[in-house]
Nanobody, 126 residues
Framework: QVQLVESGGGLVQAGGSLRLSCVAS????????MGWFRQAPGKEREFVVV????????ATADSVKGRFAISRDKPKNMVYLQMNSLKPEDTADYYCAAASSPTAWFTRKTADFNSWGKGTQVIVSS
């Protein structure tokens, strides 16, 4: 199992930026895919960005394309979510996730990720 801890959330004005961090520990050698998901109040958890941990190739949800980007620091077992041009609709709890199957990069479904952090809250004020 992989343990994940997120940090970097907070309150920001619309148009601002935040960078979320996620540190992985445990059986990190089994990780194929890392991702960020978010869940707004009353809504289902949704895919935001995903990264193939081995190759570094990422993919982004249409709702955040051009504004959000995922990156990694492999030696430190860190993954980051850079969020720019934030909008009030980006307000949510953001979760870091890890998958031991490479198919998770393609499916981007929560069920295909087997390790989750506890989340960090992002609030974007208008």
């Amino acid at each position: 199992q992989v343990q994940l801890v997120e940090s970097g959330g907070g309150l920001v004005q619309a148009g601002g930026s935040l960078r979320l961090s996620c540190v992985a520990s445990g059986r990190t050698f089994s990780t194929y895919v890392m991702g960020w998901f978010r869940q707004a109040p009353g809504k289902e958890r949704e895919f935001v960005v995903v990264l193939n941990w081995r190759t570094g190739v990422g993919a982004t949800a249409d709702s955040v394309k051009g504004r959000f980007a995922i990156s990694r620091d492999k030696p430190k077992n860190m993954v980051y979510l850079q969020m720019n041009s934030l909008k009030p609709e980006d307000t949510a709890d953001y979760y870091c996730a890890a998958a031991s199957s490479p198919t998770a990069w393609f499916t981007r479904k929560t069920a295909d990720f087997n390790s989750w952090g506890k989340g960090t809250q992002v609030i974007v004020s208008s």
